[in-house]
């Protein structure tokens, strides 16, 4: 862990010294008692120029007023970054609050009075973003917390979004930095659920970038999203925690380069999901490497990875949950759903109720029906060539219905076939559906599988996972359960606290130039404090608990 975090000193170092010279730094609210010149971030984002840091002092900012894009009205946000090259970065990432309830209310407050429903609109409300990057080039978000930000009538209740232009089935953005953040929402309305947050930590229509050191919790869609790059998404998600949602992570129409490592997700409805859908265009999603190229990392033409994760205890329904998200089969470590090329591997799945990994296809809305198959009202997107390989299972499938186990697939129509390597179960025999998969299918040759193919166990397990996830349900009005099914349902959501311990940035001047609140005597002293922390959940419990991590003292200053 200690490498890991010096690497990405290192890193921010040498990216910082490539940035122009003249680079000013602008200062928002107070740090070790000397003010900075704005009291706002929007107001210092306004006055900045393209490679500007802005540094921001702990204090819980509240949204006073909110922008939109021109080209995009629906989609207000409290913090609009539209200048390329911009560095925004809190001082301490659990006291910089960029907050979504109105002025005068507690942190992150949860009471309903106290929410920011956004700009009126002429579906009602809008809703709120938080921070918004719109197609402005290689922008870093880092060191801060944002919460409360919910959905309306317009494209809202996303909590950090780089934007390159939702919707419009084109890339409109590339590179960028997100790192010690965190996301989460402490209001949910069981009276109008279209008012819940939706994405904690969102990237949309965008080429390169990476996200590290974060934490997502309490969003009814997903805490992570990457979407519609397709084949050029070029972005790295590297030690990040979700918990609490309906999804971990989603990834409509996101592939090839695309890695996500060295992360947990738990405690979710589903833990990771990955899937083609109309809508978030172009589908469909497909890991394979862009030019027929080969991964450094599968040694194949795979490049989507999903790679030494903890996937653990995702059993749960008592999230916010929304649309298609809500349709994720609870028990499950990870859904590859509709993807196609996408390669998991070196992971542990352990303690998901239904199943740890599971290979389906999607059915969405149609028509239109891009790059799937057309069946009547439904547009089937068929997962295929992906690889399941060296995985370790432990105490998976305990809800005990048919085919619960560590993993399963079936697929509906003719694809490259999938292949499954090297997977074992340190609670026992691996339980798998169908029961051959490692012996038939060891290696991804090429060949085409049928579904004719498959064991007959494969059509129970479709039947089972239709039942756990309700997505028959929503499409047709009926779940094809059987009377002796048995898969936790909604009973009352539960909101969970905002995190207040989670690992800040050991040296928040790291890179930043000279300035009033950095200096060298600073970065020295952060020094041995930086190497004693670690960043990962397994490890958070066992933290000395400083919630200002940095030293500072100061209140913190309203926005």
Not at 59 to 74: C, M, N
Not at 111 to 134: H, I, R, T
Not at 393 to 400: A, I, P
Request: aromatic fraction near 8%.
């Amino acid at each position: 862990m200690r490498r890991s975090v010096v690497l990405a000193v290192v890193v921010l170092g040498s990216l910082a010294a490539a940035l122009p010279a003249g680079a000013r730094v602008l200062r928002v609210g107070r740090y070790k008692g000397i003010r900075g010149q704005y009291h706002s971030i929007q107001a210092a984002v306004d006055a900045a120029k393209p490679g500007d840091w802005i540094l921001v002092g702990p204090g819980d900012y509240k949204t006073i007023s909110s922008r939109a894009p021109t080209a995009a009205e629906d989609s207000p946000a409290a913090v609009l970054i539209t200048t390329p090259r911009l560095r925004l970065r809190g001082m301490n990432r659990n006291t910089v609050i960029v907050d979504g309830t109105k002025p005068g209310a507690g942190r992150c407050s949860a009471s309903k009075s106290d929410q920011n429903f956004g700009p009126a609109g002429d579906g009602g409300a809008k809703g709120l973003n938080g921070v918004m990057v719109w197609k402005a080039t290689d922008v870093w978000v880092q060191n801060l917390t944002v919460c409360n930000f919910l959905s309306g009538s317009g494209d809202a209740g996303n909590g950090v979004w780089w934007n390159g232009g939702d919707g419009s089935g084109a890339v409109g953005g590339s590179s960028f930095n997100g790192s010690y953040l965190t996301a989460t929402s402490t209001f949910f309305d069981t009276s109008d659920t279209s008012t819940a947050a939706a994405y904690g930590i969102f990237s949309s229509n965008w080429s390169g970038g990476t996200w590290s050191n974060a934490y997502a919790s309490n969003f009814d869609d997903s805490g992570f999203y990457i979407g519609a790059c397709q084949q050029v998404c070029d972005q790295t998600v590297d030690h990040v925690w979700a918990e609490y949602n309906a999804l971990g992570y989603s990834g409509s129409n996101s592939g090839g380069q695309l890695v996500v490592k060295n992360s947990e997700f738990d405690n979710n409805e589903d833990g990771f999901d990955t899937n083609s859908q109309n809508g978030d265009n172009p589908p469909p999603q497909n890991g394979a490497c862009p030019g027929n190229g080969i991964s450094s990392i599968t040694h194949t033409h795979s490049c989507w990875v999903f790679m030494d994760n903890y996937v653990h205890d995702n059993n749960n329904p008592n999230v916010p949950s929304a649309g298609l998200a809500a349709a994720g089969p609870v028990g499950t470590g990870i859904s590859i759903s509709g993807g196609r090329n996408d390669t998991v591997m070196h992971n542990r799945f352990v303690h998901n109720g239904a199943w740890g990994t599971i290979f389906v296809p999607f059915p969405d809305s149609g028509p239109p029906c891009t790059g799937g198959t057309n069946a009547g009202a439904a547009c089937v997107y068929d997962e295929w060539g992906d690889a399941l390989i060296d995985n370790t299972y432990s105490g998976n499938g305990f809800f005990g219905n048919p085919t619960n186990g560590d993993f399963a697939l079936t697929n509906t129509e003719p694809g490259p076939t999938d292949c499954f390597s090297g997977n074992t179960d340190t609670s026992g025999a691996l339980t798998a559906t169908p029961s051959n998969a490692e012996q038939t299918y060891p290696s991804c040759n090429g060949n085409t599988v049928l579904p004719s193919d498959l064991n007959p166990q494969s059509a129970t397990f479709t039947e089972e996972v239709a039942c756990d996830s309700t997505l028959y349900l929503a499409l047709v009005g009926k779940a094809p359960c059987s009377p002796s099914d048995h898969y936790p349902r909604l009973t009352t959501v539960a909101i969970h606290p905002l995190p207040s311990d989670l690992e800040s940035m050991a040296r928040p001047c790291a890179g930043v130039p000279k300035n009033p609140w950095c200096s060298a005597k600073k970065h020295h002293r952060h020094r041995k404090h930086h190497h004693r922390r670690a960043h990962h959940r397994h490890h958070r419990k066992r933290h000395v608990r400083d919630p200002d991590h940095d030293g500072d003292v100061d209140n913190p200053a309203s926005g």
